[in-house]
């Protein structure tokens, strides 16, 4: 399976944002080797685990774990305080009740609540009124409870609602590769919304399971999109496996899924994505993890792609990631 991507606003909005709180990010990063990437214009992603090492640096740098964005101080350590006192919980409400509660207490959103109505369930995510709303803080929050909370139920919680408490950033269409749907922005509240239902489900993770995860963040976080497995998921798997030289059909894969080609479509839409969108997905994410590695020509690249000729590869991955191939991989080596 490919390396997966991440894209690259969010990481450097989080060096700007850390930097506008006091600290001089630059200065401590210039040696990382990865950071030709960070400054190249040309790069619109960054690999997961790329950007797991620079959240660390952040986090380390801040000795803040919301990267002094949130309404207080989140000293390093919250974050395995909070999943400790919600590994034992019996259910998704229990360790959600606790969640909102520790929420308020310890990062500062003290009007964070767990909201049941009918057939939904919403978690608000929100401090007091006269508290600043960072939104790459807001985004942190909710990607932390939304992918803790599948985790903890070993399941997908998939969102029936998405809002955010900010104008929308140009980089919008990037929150449904995140949370599997598209945000409602300039929202009362930050939130997440799901099947009231889920809430039953058992919390199936241990406390030893629990401290490898711990020990392994934010990796998993920024790696794993959620705990069950989606249609999405599914497809890619499929294209990700197949022969990419030669274009596979939707009905091909639908076929290798066992299911019709329709209820695949319907079943996708249902997730907001599409076997085209699917599908391109996975063509610039080996062809970005191509170009970064350096092994093949631009044409290899094309062929290994499935693409009928070099320049159909050039014109498609530019309109992915905004510039063509051969100046995106300059850009990797010259930082720009």
């Not at 606003?9 to 990382?32: H, K, N, P, W, Y």
């Not at 596979?248 to 079943?267: K, N």
């Not at 159909?312 to 995106?328: D, Q």
Request: one cysteine or more; charged letters at 25%; hydrophobic letters at 40%.
């Amino acid at each position: 399976m490919s390396e997966c991507g991440v894209a690259i606003q969010f990481v450097r909005s989080a060096i700007v944002s850390t930097e506008t709180a006091g600290t001089d990010v630059r200065r401590e990063m210039r040696d990382l080797p990865l950071w030709p990437e960070l400054t190249s214009p040309g790069v619109t992603r960054l690999g997961c685990e790329q950007t797991v090492a620079v959240m660390r640096v952040l986090v380390r740098l801040t000795g803040d774990e919301l990267l002094r964005l949130g309404p207080r101080p989140v000293p390093q350590g919250t974050f395995r305080m909070i999943s400790l006192g919600l590994i034992h919980a019996p259910d998704l409400r229990a360790a959600l009740d606790r969640l909102v509660t520790f929420a308020s207490i310890t990062t500062g959103y003290t009007r964070s609540r767990l909201v049941v109505d009918g057939d939904t369930c919403r978690i608000e995510i929100a401090a007091e009124p006269a508290d600043e709303v960072r939104p790459l803080a807001v985004e942190l929050m909710l990607t932390f409870v939304h992918r803790f909370s599948a985790w903890l139920v070993g399941q997908r919680l998939p969102l029936t609602g998405l809002d955010m408490p900010f104008a929308e950033p140009d980089y919008s269409a990037e929150y449904t590769s995140i949370f599997g749907r598209q945000p409602s922005f300039d929202a009362p509240v930050a939130s997440i919304s799901f099947p009231a239902r889920l809430l039953s489900a058992p919390v199936v993770r241990e406390e030893p399971e629990l401290i490898s995860y711990i020990s392994r963040s934010p990796s998993d976080l920024i790696n794993q999109r959620d705990y069950g497995t989606t249609t999405a998921d599914r497809v890619r798997k499929v294209l990700e496996r197949g022969d990419l030289t030669h274009r596979e059909r939707a009905d091909q894969v639908a076929a290798r899924l066992s299911i019709s080609v329709q209820h695949m479509r319907r079943l996708l839409r249902q997730e907001g994505t599409s076997f085209q969108h699917v599908r391109e997905e996975v063509l610039r994410d080996l062809a970005v993890d191509g170009l970064r590695h350096g092994r093949e020509s631009i044409d290899e690249i094309s062929y290994r792609l499935g693409f009928s000729e070099p320049s159909a590869f050039r014109r498609a991955f530019t309109r992915w990631v905004g510039s063509p191939p051969g100046e995106y991989r300059h850009s990797l080596t010259s930082g720009g």
